[in-house]
């Protein structure tokens, strides 16, 4: 379980791709809807297993870059918490993985 209570900017867009989803390099649309000091917490439209590893694209507005809108592509991130809010809706902590 990760702690909402972490430092967090506001939400922005992004887009995800798992191998272990789909071989094929499907891109997922979705929103990074806090951004932590170690990683994102993502809203997913397909179920994600703890531990899968994510090829992220972060499109990521002047407010939050400090200057011109900017997109970062191929981020090698890894699922390492879901949770479920009372509304049904599945988040889940993706944390920058160094070791791929």
Request: hydrophobic share 35%; proline share 7%.
């Given at each position: 379980m990760y702690?909402?209570?972490?430092?967090?900017?506001?939400?922005?867009?992004?887009?995800?791709?798992?191998?272990?989803?789909?071989?094929?390099?499907i891109e997922?649309?979705?929103?990074?809807?806090?951004?932590?000091?170690?990683?994102?917490?993502?809203?997913?439209p397909r179920?994600?297993?703890?531990?899968?590893?994510?090829?992220?694209?972060?499109?990521?507005?002047?407010?939050?870059?400090?200057?011109?809108?900017?997109?970062?592509?191929?981020?090698?991130?890894?699922?390492?918490?879901?949770?479920?809010?009372?509304?049904?809706?599945?988040?889940?902590?993706?944390?920058?993985?160094?070791?791929?």
């Open positions: 702690d909402q209570r972490q430092n967090a900017h506001a939400s922005m867009p992004a887009s995800f791709s798992c191998p272990q989803l789909c071989p094929q390099p997922h649309s979705t929103q990074a809807v806090r951004i932590l000091n170690n990683g994102f917490v993502i809203a997913s179920r994600l297993k703890v531990g899968s590893l994510l090829s992220l694209r972060l499109c990521i507005p002047p407010d939050v870059s400090g200057g011109p809108f900017w997109e970062t592509r191929c981020i090698e991130a890894r699922v390492t918490a879901k949770r479920i809010r009372r509304d049904g809706a599945i988040r889940y902590k993706v944390e920058l993985d160094f070791q791929s």
